[in-house]
């Protein structure tokens, strides 16, 4: 049975109307899913079902990252949807999707699946499947069903220029929702897999630099010290390939595989070191607030074959950017060094992976790089360390 949801918000002592959206009940007992954007302020949530009654429901939980809210109907004998399963849902498949958009109630469009595990740049804990069904505002936690009437997705959100559908519409998969809806009822929270890792993704150039067949894979750009990942001996410049023995293909996949790991579970983590492939076990820790460090000026020398200006780091700047080694970038002019995205404030900490722990050391490694060449920089940028890709002048 398919629900309608409204809300009201309190804010500086008045109730205004909130967000509306859609859910769908899970069990005969009452408990409804939905998103949790549509849910997230509200002071009262009211459940329309389709047979005209109307309950207050109660929040049992919510999860941000998921956009997944459980919510509670005090009501009996209801008829629950019915739950699929993923696995046999492919591109090209019908959906359905439930829900009412625009307030229009127990409305339903049709459409195809146009692929799964899309990973979005804001949430990176979701394989989200992708659809061309019609999704307005107002589907919003209602149920994408496949030819069979078994719910597959969550609706949650469009990519759209004028914010009507034009055919990019993301769905939460059912078993990923599922999850979060029995960890919710089990204790108001969900716990997810962290390692302790910033990524990228693999480019056709720094595949070439770091000797891969093809761009593949999540290249490891920082690792937190005494964090899951560096304990299991993980290292910036490894790129994963694989979790558990599922294959990495595009960075934005590793977070919500790790994600889905307990915290105290072990993984096994493949990667590619050197050329050489590796597997390490990584005991998976609890996901937590990312922390940000900000590095400031020193003084230094110019490199003239690269167009920048270098300093050494203070202890205190190097304690802030928690980094062992490198040198401070204090100005950039027009060259290599800026066309690879190398800017003033960032640190270097390895130029054609040899560590960079002085401003001398960084003439000399600088001076024997190959002519006409592609070679990585690793470097902290507001905190956050990546692979930049520079081009070696002639």
Known sequence: MVTSISTDIKASGRTRGG?????????????????HHVVAEAETIKVHLKDGRVFTA???????????????????????????????????????????????????????????????????????????????????????????????G????????????????????????????????????VARGYIGVGIQDVSDEIAASFGLDRPRGALIGSVEKGGPADKAGLKAGD????????????????????????????????????????????????????????????????????????GELTDEQRVDAAADGGILVRDVEDGPAADAGIRPGDIILSINRQPVSSVSQFRELVSKLPAGKSVPVHVVTRGNARFLVLRVPE
Request: hydrophobic residues 40%; proline residues 4%.
């Open 19 to 35: 967000p509306s959206g859609s859910g769908f009940i899970i069990s005969t007992d009452g408990y409804v899913l939905t998103n």
């Open 58 to 152: 109660k929040k049992v939980g919510e999860d941000e990252d998921a956009d997944v809210a459980l919510l509670k109907i005090e009501a009996s004998n209801l008829k629950a949807a019915k739950i699929g399963s993923l696995d046999a849902l492919k591109p090209g498949a019908w959906v359905l999707a439930f829900g009412a958009p625009f307030g229009l109630e127990h409305s339903v469009s049709a459409g195809i699946v146009s692929g799964k595990g899309r990973s979005l740049r804001w949430n990176q804990y979701v394989p989200f499947i992708q659809s061309d069904v019609a999704i307005n505002s107002g589907n919003s936690g209602g149920p994408l069903v496949n030819i069979n009437g078994e719910v597959v």
């Open 154 to 189: 969550i609706n949650s959100q469009i990519l759209s220029s004028n914010g009507g559908s034009i055919g990019l519409s993301f769905s939460i998969p059912i078993d990923l929702a599922m999850d979060v809806a029995q960890q919710l009822k089990a204790g108001g929270k």
């Open 239 to 310: 790129v994963i390939t694989g979790v558990d023995g599922q294959k990495i293909e595009d960075s934005g996949e590793l977070p919500f595989l790790i994600g889905a790991v307990k915290p105290g579970k072990s993984a096994k983590i493949e990667l590619l070191r050197d050329g050489k492939v590796k597997t390490l076990s990584v005991t998976v820790g609890a996901k937590k607030a990312d922390d940000e460090v900000a590095s400031s000026d020193s003084t230094g020398n110019k490199q003239r074959r690269l167009g920048v200006v270098v």
